[in-house]
């Protein structure tokens, strides 16, 4: 149970409702105890009543009438304590594994981009649902019936070997056995689980993936072969988990073979120490097969429990593999403010990525003052967008570094900079909600008018008014219900209402048209110019009204000056412009 020390700390943090929740068991396997002492007296009373030794047929009734009544009332007691007992148990678990997901989703957000491009969606969607649950089940039931468990065999045992301690031994002599059975068990289910975990998890990536390209496999006519995928990995996890179900199969029937021969103990052991005078209260039989019923349901629980510990054994290890991880772009202890007040340079910097191996950069040298606007141009995979992913911090530097007015960024604070900081990626996402709260993602508390001139900037206003419930229009998930020019412009318009003092347009004007694109660029430019911005663009009229323009190849830096000055340089610049003027012409 090593991975599972894990949540202890959450333990720590409710200790006080779960030390309630075991005086409450305590107290509730008390009474629960009580009603076969009360039955073995009943018991007795008929019996002194039969030998003669109590003649008044008054008395034995007052006496059963009584125990009749102590038997109800214990009864109930023991059930309404089992009940505060699971309020408090339960209650816990729920407490934990809401604390539990919001670890494991705040960690989720400080890992860097790296992580979630070696990892599938539906991994990270499985570990923080299914494991979860399989953790809280081991915090709350699990822990409740040991709890349960561990109290009444206590009270039993105690109350059993006072009253009758050889024949309490015979009773107990198979749990040995069940021990040992359990034990190797349970290293059984803790690898089976494991294995049916992994599997769920490649299932769930399996299909989330499949509904979010579900546009691309209808395209295709990819349906059939997506099914024949899916059916078999879908075979593989149920054949697994048959695999699992057969050996937790072997808990419950074992069990009950091991509570039937106590029992069988229990009339032939006892029965032949009430002949032999041993035990003189034929009472304290009935008492004993009583208590051996009431310890059925649980030394099965003990199966159970086991079963739920060893598949959160193994889903909290899952989980911890991830938690465990470091991320790669955290704060220092003492971060710096952020604030540009004279420049951005980039020194040396080179960068490769890890997963691939790929170096995207290969010593960039620049500076961009204060206020300023940078074009960045070249052939795809040359390295523009990958600039623009270091700038925002979301990889650091392989080598060199990047400086805000002489201070490496890494030593600014990494939270407060990305607030000052507004990015639109190449590639759009739009969150399956309205169109206003879509632009509020960019300012919580964006007000009509706040949203309204953000859309107009981004020549989007009048498009979203003709739509039926306008700026309250519910958008598909990743804003399927709209072109690819309208998701592009609205994801502008979310970074321009936040008013960012440095400004990341990575190509996010491919899907527009060329007249509108004049226009959004004409609106950046000019609201733009108490704001230092970096625009990456295959097109020239994106980046024509720049005051400084970089050309990319290979990770490289070929060309780097003014707008005017690069078209008429021999180069890659100069003809870009030219065939994008032919086709204008055109």
């Known amino acids: 149970m ?4 894990h949540i202890n700390t959450y333990f720590f943090k409710y200790k006080i409702r779960l030390i309630l929740g075991v005086f409450i068991a305590i107290g509730s396997r008390i009474f629960a105890v009580a009603v076969p002492k009360f039955v073995g007296d009943s018991v007795e009373i008929v019996e002194k009543y039969q030998k003669g030794i109590i003649t008044d047929l008054t008395i034995v009734k007052k006496e059963l009438i009584l125990n009749i009544l102590l038997i109800i009332g214990a009864a109930l007691i023991a059930g309404f304590l089992m009940f505060l007992m699971r309020q408090t148990f339960i209650v816990v678990s729920r407490f934990i594994e809401f604390d539990l997901k919001n670890e494991i989703y705040t960690h989720y957000q400080k890992l860097s981009l790296s992580f979630y491009k070696s990892n599938k969606t539906g991994d990270l969607m499985n570990r923080i649902s299914e494991d979860v649950m399989k953790v809280r089940m081991f915090a709350g039931p699990a822990l409740m019936y040991s709890v349960n468990t561990i109290t ?5 045992l105690s109350y059993m070997s006072s009253i009758a301690p050889k024949l309490t031994l015979y009773t107990i002599a198979p749990l040995p056995i069940l021990s040992i059975t359990i034990y190797f068990l349970s290293v059984a289910i803790n690898k089976r689980t494991t294995i049916v975990q992994e599997y769920l998890s490649k299932l769930t990536s399996f299909t989330q993936e499949a509904f979010s390209g579900i546009s691309v496999i209808k395209a295709y006519g990819s349906e059939k072969k997506i099914k024949k995928d899916f059916d078999l990995l879908a075979k593989e996890h149920k054949q697994k988990s048959i695999h699992l179900a057969k050996v937790q199969a072997l808990f419950f029937p074992l069990m009950l073979f091991l509570i039937g021969a106590s029992n069988v103990i229990v009339i032939y052991i006892g029965g032949q120490q009430y002949i032999n ?10 008492e004993f097969i009583i208590f051996i019923n009431m310890l059925t349901w649980p030394v099965a629980t003990v199966g159970w429990v086991s079963s739920i510990t060893q598949q959160a054994e193994a889903s909290q290890e899952r989980i911890n593999e991830f938690l465990k991880t470091i991320p790669q772009i955290k704060d220092v202890d003492q971060p710096i403010a952020f604030q540009i007040k004279n420049e951005i340079r980039f020194e040396n910097v080179s960068f490769t990525y890890p997963n691939t191996g790929i170096e995207a950069l290969k010593n960039i040298s620049f500076t ?14 040359s390295g523009k967008s990958t600039l623009l992913e270091l700038l925002g911090r979301l990889y650091d530097p392989t080598s060199g570094a990047i400086y805000i007015d002489d201070i490496p960024l890494k030593q600014i604070k990494l939270k407060e900079f990305r607030l000052k900081l507004g990015f639109v990626p190449q590639d759009t996402f739009l969150f399956s909600d309205t169109v206003t709260n879509n632009l509020r993602f960019g300012k919580q508390n964006a007000n009509e008018q706040e949203l309204i001139e953000a859309a107009k900037l981004a020549s989007l206003h009048y498009n979203i008014i003709k739509f039926k419930k306008g700026y309250e229009t519910l958008l598909g998930e990743r804003g399927v219900t709209l072109s690819g020019g309208q998701k ?14 440095l400004l990341l347009l990575d190509d996010c004007l491919s899907a527009v048209d060329t007249e509108t694109e004049e ?8 609201l733009a110019e108490a704001k230092t911005a970096f625009i990456v663009s295959h097109r020239i009229s994106s980046i ?11 990770g490289k830096i070929i060309q780097m000056g ?25």
Do not use: H, M
């Open 2 to 5: 090593k991975a599972l020390k």
């Open 152 to 156: 009444l065999f206590i009270v039993c």
């Open 277 to 286: 005078g041993e035990i003189k209260d034929f009472g304290i039989l009935v």
């Open 544 to 554: 024509q009204n720049t005051d400084l323009v970089l050309v990319l190849e290979e």
């Open 519 to 526: 226009k959004i660029v004409n609106n950046i430019n000019n």
């Open 562 to 586: 003014t707008n005017s000055a690069l078209k008429i340089e021999k180069g890659y610049y100069r003809d870009l412009y030219e065939k994008q003027l032919q086709k204008k012409d055109c």
């Open 488 to 501: 592009q412009r609205l994801s502008i318009a979310r970074t321009l209402i936040k008013n960012p003092e």
């Open 368 to 381: 961009l003052k204060k206020g300023k606007t940078l074009g960045i141009v070249g052939n795809t995979g």
